[in-house]
């Protein structure tokens, strides 16, 4: 079987959400594996203890922006001050169900952030990615 990517990585505080997009990534054959975290911090923790290890870091960061303990916007605030390796290999797709044109042209003046979508993620854009 081919996938599109190694791994994929969604962070969304929501639990429904994430189900749905995993199904979607799964049956689409867009990555091998997905990795889920319900808030930033987590999946700043991840990156980080996993920054030598290029295979184990994902290649797209489907990231929701409003979440609770830290919102997408701090997690590439952070993301940025930490100059990890992993910010040159995984590229962030924000994923929000704000249409707010500041969220919006906050995350695309942030060279890590190649496309913003509003939520619900269709297959179409999966493929797109």
Known sequence: ???????????DD?????YL????????????????????EK??????SNKNNPDNLPEIILLDIYM???????????LDEMQLECGKKCKICVVSSSIDDND???????????KFTTKPITPEFLSSL
């Open 68 to 78: 609770p303990r830290m919102n997408g916007l701090e997690f590439i605030e952070k």
């Open 1 to 11: 079987m081919s996938f599109k990517y190694k791994k994929i990585m969604i962070i």
């Open 21 to 40: 997009v995993k199904v979607l990534i799964n049956t689409n054959n867009i990555a091998e594996t997905t990795l889920e975290f319900d808030n930033g």
């Open 14 to 18: 929501d639990a429904i959400d994430n």
């Open 43 to 48: 999946a700043l923790e991840y990156l980080v």
């Open 104 to 114: 919006i042209l906050r995350t695309k003046l942030n060279s890590n952030v190649f």
